[in-house]
């Protein structure tokens, strides 16, 4: 079969025209072209490689539609890991070309410092590095243990350029990561650390900002919190952050959440809990929060968390009168 021409749009405007064999995925198209593009699970179940079809068409395989509803599908979004090219087409992608362009450095190392429940479900897990790591508020690594084929992906929760980055993660039943960190691993222990990726950051402009976090999806809003704190200027934007646990026994980092309330004047932290919640806590969704809430029309949101709760999320802003397009999410189980 023949090549066809694609042509990939980036955020800082930078463009790449690739040929693509008919019926590859983009992503495979793109990296037979010497590109890598932003992807973790690649059988469309977290939406990473999410982008914008601007022309053209591709044909969608298999994908959980929490994570690609289909109202954005029928705005143009799809998920190239599994969009299959069919013609000539123009997709654009929500980061920058830098993100794609480079080739990936070399894993580097380092060393379990912490290994601590901190609740239900949820381990602190502090890892050493030799050198500061640098990256914006946010973003995320993947981690590889010891002897381990795979990589898993985790958001960092602390702050950038520092030796020690910290992260929040969820121990999923029967899960290879979270059975290793639970069942095998021990402070001192090596791990391998890619470099850090991804569009969900903080953005630095003028504008109201609000939080959504759903379970461990806290993490990047505590790297993002962690910044703003330490900067005057990010300080003074009116911050939200809501956040959303299953039960009050997996609220985490709350000590954190309150000193980063003392530092940071216009932060307003809630907490809501699906079931037992706590002290001062909405019982029931984070999302239904925004409702009784004044949400100013330039907000920008952002959402982390489990694919439905991202997904309310959206409704909840949209319905307070907030246009999708300023909306930023990250989406993991
Ligand atoms: C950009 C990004 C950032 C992320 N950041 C974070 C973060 O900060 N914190 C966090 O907690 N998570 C985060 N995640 C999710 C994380 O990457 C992992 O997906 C998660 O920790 C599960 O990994 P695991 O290896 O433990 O589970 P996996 O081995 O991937 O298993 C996941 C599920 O599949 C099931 N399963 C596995 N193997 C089989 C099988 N053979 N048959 C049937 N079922 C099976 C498991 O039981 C489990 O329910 C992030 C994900 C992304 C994409
Ligand atoms: S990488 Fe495409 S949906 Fe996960």
Redesign the pocket.
């Known amino acids: 079969m023949g090549g066809v021409p694609i042509t990939l749009l980036f955020a800082d405007g930078v463009s790449r025209r690739i040929e693509a064999q008919l019926g590859e995925s983009v992503v495979s198209a793109a990296e037979n072209a010497g590109l890598t593009l932003l992807t973790?699970?690649s059988n469309g179940q977290?939406?990473?490689c999410a982008a914008s079809l601007v022309a053209g068409s591709l044909e969608l395989g298999n994908y959980d539609k929490a994570v690609l509803p289909d109202s954005d599908r029928l705005n143009g979004a799809v998920l190239t890991c599994i969009s299959r090219v069919t013609g000539p087409c123009v997709v654009e992608f929500p980061y920058d070309s830098s993100e794609a362009l480079t080739e990936e450095a070399p894993p580097i190392d380092g060393c379990i410092a912490t290994l601590e429940q901190v609740a239900a479900e949820?381990m602190l897990l502090e890892i050493d590095v030799s050198d500061p790591v640098d990256f914006e508020p946010g973003q995320?690594v993947r981690l590889q243990p010891p002897g381990a084929e795979?990589w898993?992906?985790?958001?960092m929760?602390s702050c950038s350029n520092a030796r020690r980055l910290a992260?929040?993660?969820?121990?999923?039943?029967?899960?290879?990561?979270?059975?290793?960190?639970k069942e095998s691993a021990q402070v001192g222990d090596g791990l391998e650390i890619t470099e850090p990726?991804?569009s969900?950051f903080l953005r630095r402009e003028p504008r109201p900002r609000l939080f959504i976090a759903g379970?461990?999806?806290l993490?990047?809003f505590l790297s993002m919190l962690e910044s703003i704190a330490g900067d005057p200027e990010l300080g003074q934007i009116p911050t939200t952050l809501l956040v959303g646990v299953r039960t009050g026994r997996h609220l985490f980092a709350l000590q954190q959440l309150e000193s980063l309330r003392q530092r940071i004047p216009s932060l307003t932290v809630q907490y809501a809990a699906e079931q037992d919640p706590v002290d001062n806590c909405h019982s029931g969704y984070a999302t239904e929060l925004i409702t009784s809430m004044e949400v100013p029309g330039d907000t920008r949101v952002y959402l982390c968390g489990p694919p439905a709760m991202v997904e309310a999320g959206r409704t909840a802003a949209e319905a307070a009168g907030l246009p999708r397009r300023d909306m930023l999410c990250?989406?993991?189980?």
């Open positions: 973790d699970c977290c939406g990473t949820t995320y795979e898993r992906s985790y958001s929760a992260f929040y993660v969820r121990l999923v039943d029967g899960g290879r990561f979270s059975t290793w960190l990726h991804g969900f379970g461990t999806g993490a990047p990250e989406r993991f189980n």
